[in-house]
């Protein structure tokens, strides 16, 4: 039997009649009851029981009709469900980014927007070290992830630039570069750097003002980079977005004067992408744009 056979053994039930069973359905009256017949032959028992006027689910077609409606139901949704996937309008998503892509605000608008036209779709979104993320992408780990470049990426990878911004120096608020009305990065040179995930403004700054940096730790997170700063073990050139988002005791933000040093938020994918979803994610992302 075929899923046709319990669409017609159901419209026959539901009419209690052949002749307008065939009408709902489209088809000839002989052609419904051959295949009404083939059912009753193949199952062995028969499903209806038959006079001039109307025909009536015998037992055997009782117990039939729950399981027929379920097997229907069920057959209907999963064409609905793999027609949705294949739109990109279910799935998951694997996300990845680095805490300035939250801290600018970039991350929820992106999400916002995508989740309101796609609500179906799952999105599992975490924090991950900077380093770690373009290969989880490359590899199939995460389907994308916001990084902030500049920064060398696989071959097998493409990136939309997104939100710019500039860099400030961090510093603990006792610091005596702090009374300075404008901190040139010469100033800077005896300074140890706590590095943040993106380093290229730390040896921006460091390029300016003619030295070479005193590199600290690598602590990970802008958190922890702020922390250490708040605990006086060194300065740090962080992203502008972290002035308003991250504020502990003892620290203090400045500018660098005549650094015109950036970085901007990027968004990783696969370069031969074929997840439906993801591509509406992109397509979402580079309307927003």
Not at 76 to 84: D, K, P, T
Not at 271 to 281: C, D, G, M, N
């Amino acid at each position: 039997m075929e899923i046709r056979h319990f669409r017609y053994f159901l419209c026959v039930a539901q009419h209690g009649h052949f002749t307008r069973a065939a009408e709902h359905l489209g088809i000839a009256p002989p052609t419904l009851s051959r295949q009404i017949q083939d059912m009753e032959r193949e199952l062995g028992v028969r499903l209806f029981e038959r006079n001039q006027r109307e025909v009536n689910l015998t037992a055997a077609g009782q117990a039939l009709m729950l399981e027929a409606e379920q097997a229907v139901r069920q057959f209907e949704a999963a064409q609905v469900g793999a027609q949705r996937a294949g739109r990109g309008e279910s799935g998951l998503i694997e996300f990845g980014y680095v805490a300035s892509a939250a801290y600018s605000g970039v991350l929820q608008d992106h999400v916002s927007r995508f989740t309101e036209a796609h609500p179906d779709v799952r999105l599992n979104i975490r924090e991950a070290p900077m380093a770690d993320l373009p290969a989880q992408v490359r590899d199939g780990l995460l389907d994308l992830a916001y990084v902030r470049s500049p920064m060398a990426l696989p071959s097998e990878l493409e990136a939309i630039a997104l939100h710019q911004e500039g860099f400030v120096l961090a510093l603990p608020s006792r610091s005596r570069i702090n009374e300075l009305k404008s901190i040139p990065a010469s100033r800077l040179a005896n300074e140890t750097f706590i590095l943040p995930e993106q380093v290229s403004g730390t040896l921006e700054v460091a390029k300016l003002g003619g030295f070479e940096p005193r590199l600290g730790p690598q602590p990970g997170s802008l958190v922890a980079v702020i922390t250490l700063i708040s605990l006086g073990q060194g300065v740090a050139i962080v992203p502008e977005s972290v002035v308003s988002r991250i504020r502990l005791p003892q620290v203090s933000y400045q500018p660098v004067a005549d650094s015109q040093a950036s970085s901007w938020l990027s968004l990783v994918y696969r370069r031969f992408e074929k997840s439906p979803a993801v591509l509406r994610y992109l397509e979402t992302v580079r309307q927003a744009l």
